[in-house]
């Protein structure tokens, strides 16, 4: 829901915006302006006719402005008059802002731009046409952003209602910016002041900031109280209300927005009166003086509904009464209320609630996009020639990193290629020694063909190891471990050993029997490296086939030698 104490009436704006005394931004008295200009001709009791006498006779004062510029200020003026006197929106203010902002366009002058777009989003804005609002206020913002632009008319207002909209449609941050910037325009101890640090900590308490929410609300409080402002000294205590309610206080939040209605209704500022009534309705409901809440929020319902363009705080009133007659059981209260929402649901959903919002942050954001690539082409086009090399300089590095990364993709995927080739001959080379094998039924000589094979498999597995060991990259570790499997499969297996045994044992049974009756005890690893060497292997050869070094099996030799004496040097010959 939409900050209410934020959005005030054009009858306040005015107000607000029209006496020098309250606006830092009008000139000295010798120096008649269209600052001074503007604060004269808003006053708000003038009817049409007055009006157009008064804008005149002070039109005559100004020397030193053309009468387009003169023409699209009283079409602002003259549309405020007609959106003042209707308090609503209406076909002849809009028709006369159109036609303002198109002569500022003609003149393109930033400061008169800058306003008359302002002056034409708020209107909107007031009357919670916030979409319509939304390509007006850009515009301005896409000014008060450029550090080149100086705001000389009227800079105090365009700052704070450029605030106000930003800060409802949920960009917090900018409206709280945008107030800072507002507030050195600002006279000390004045309306104006006090009216801009309390926005700035409204819009702390919707970003949730409490802590710096109640630091500015207070001083405005305070400074509401000492140059007498009543109203924002009730809304102050209203914003603290709903400090001191998140915090757990209900009794002191209780007491401020009682003080806040009070003097709302003594001044007939029904909206901000409303306003607190709403939140003091839900204070009562979370403390269950059900009688209180429902006396309540029916007053806050009745003036919302009075208005239409305040569906969205009708909508809230009525979902109280709905608690209200759910929590009493009140059944023909409940019906009603739920045919009342039914009701008021879609036309909120179009004037202020979530979809136009969710509308509004995404329009938002494509606009902000294009306006952002509008300054960029704008720098381009102002920078200089060494600007230009830089740039180019820049994209040619850039060109030059692309190129080296598809290069290197390409010299990746080219090494990936040959090892995947590589792999698959060499596991094509291990099948075909195995295919070989079988077809010679296991022969010793074919155990021998076959191992010597394997032998060279496997120095090419090593080199191929030795080579990925190299390199620390995340793809040369994977080659590293797809290597290792391969290397781990071409060492003798269980299975392989078994047939080989059983092949030896029928070629050569004597010299088996041989080995097993001179060297009692014989382990099955020494038995292998014996049976291995009578097939003519070398000890890089055996070694590679039982997967271990050379120089165990150097030392395996030697232990036998040494355990069996010269009985075993006949095996070793």
Not at 5 to 19: A, K
């Amino acid at each position: 829901m939409f900050l209410p104490r934020l959005l005030p009436s054009i009858y306040t704006i005015l107000i607000l915006m029209v006496f020098p005394s309250l606006y830092l931004g009008a000139k000295p008295a010798d120096s008649f302006t269209l600052d001074s200009l503007i604060n004269k001709a808003r006053q708000p009791h003038h009817d049409l006719a007055s009006f157009e006498r008064t804008f005149q006779n002070l039109a005559q004062k100004i020397t030193q402005q053309t009468p387009k510029t003169l023409d699209i200020i009283h079409k602002v003026l003259l549309a405020e008059k007609y959106a003042y006197q209707y308090d609503a929106k209406n076909n002849q203010s809009t028709q006369l802002f159109e036609e303002a902002i198109a002569l500022a366009e003609e003149t393109k002058d930033k400061n008169l731009i800058a306003w008359a777009n302002n002056s034409f989003g708020f209107y909107y804005y007031s009357y919670s046409q916030l979409t319509k609002a939304l390509p007006l206020f850009l515009k301005v913002s896409n000014i008060l952003d450029d550090p080149q632009t100086e705001l000389l008319i009227q800079p105090c207002e365009v700052y704070v209602k450029s605030a106000y909209y930003f800060g409802n449609i949920d960009d917090p941050q900018r409206a709280i910016t945008y107030l800072s910037k507002a507030l050195p325009y600002a006279p000390l101890n004045t309306n104006t002041e006090a009216t801009i640090r309390y926005a700035i900590g409204a819009y702390y308490l919707q970003e949730n900031d409490l802590d710096h929410a109640e630091k500015h609300l207070i001083e405005a409080k305070d400074l509401s109280l000492k140059i007498q402002d009543e109203l924002r000294y009730a809304k102050a205590l209203g914003d603290l209300a709903s400090i001191y309610e998140k915090r757990g206080l209900n009794e002191l939040a209780e007491t401020m927005l009682l003080e806040d209605i009070e003097i709302s209704e003594r001044l007939d500022e029904q909206r901000n009166k409303m306003y607190a009534e709403i939140q003091l309705a839900k204070i009562y409901l979370k403390t269950n003086k059900i009688t209180e809440a429902s006396t309540t929020i029916h007053k806050a319902y009745t003036f919302a509904k009075s208005k239409s363009y305040l569906k969205g705080y009708e909508q809230e009133s009525i979902e109280i009464k709905l608690q209200i007659a759910q929590l009493t059981g009140n059944e023909k209260d409940e019906l009603h209320a739920l045919r009342e929402l039914n009701i008021l649901k879609p036309q909120v959903s179009i004037a202020d609630g979530e979809n136009a919002l969710s509308k509004i942050n995404w329009e938002l954001q494509k606009k902000e996009v294009i306006t952002q690539l509008e300054i960029e082409k704008a720098k381009v086009e102002r920078a200089t020639i060494i600007r230009l090399s830089w740039t180019a300089i820049s994209l040619l590095l850039i060109v030059v990193v692309i190129l080296l990364f598809f290069t290197y993709r390409r010299k990746l995927k080219l090494q990936t290629s040959e090892f995947n080739r590589k792999v698959l001959s060499i596991q094509m080379d291990k099948l075909n020694s195995e295919k070989k094998l079988k077809e010679t039924n296991n022969s010793l000589a074919s155990f021998k063909l076959f191992l010597q094979e394997r032998n060279l498999q496997i120095q090419n597995l090593e080199k191929e190891l030795s080579s990925a060991k190299k390199s620390n990259a995340i793809r040369g570790q994977a080659h590293h471990y797809t290597l290792s499997k391969l290397l781990d499969s071409h060492l003798m297996t269980d299975d392989n050993w078994a047939r080989f045994k059983t092949s030896f044992e029928e070629e050569l049974p004597s010299y088996y029997q041989l080995v097993i009756n001179s060297l009692p005890d014989l382990t099955e690893s020494n038995l292998r490296i014996l049976l291995l060497t009578k097939l003519g292997l070398n000890n890089t050869q055996i070694a590679h086939t039982l997967g271990v070094t050379v120089d165990a099996i150097k030392k395996a030799k030697q232990r036998l030698r040494k355990k069996y004496g010269p009985i075993s040097h006949q095996f070793f010959q």
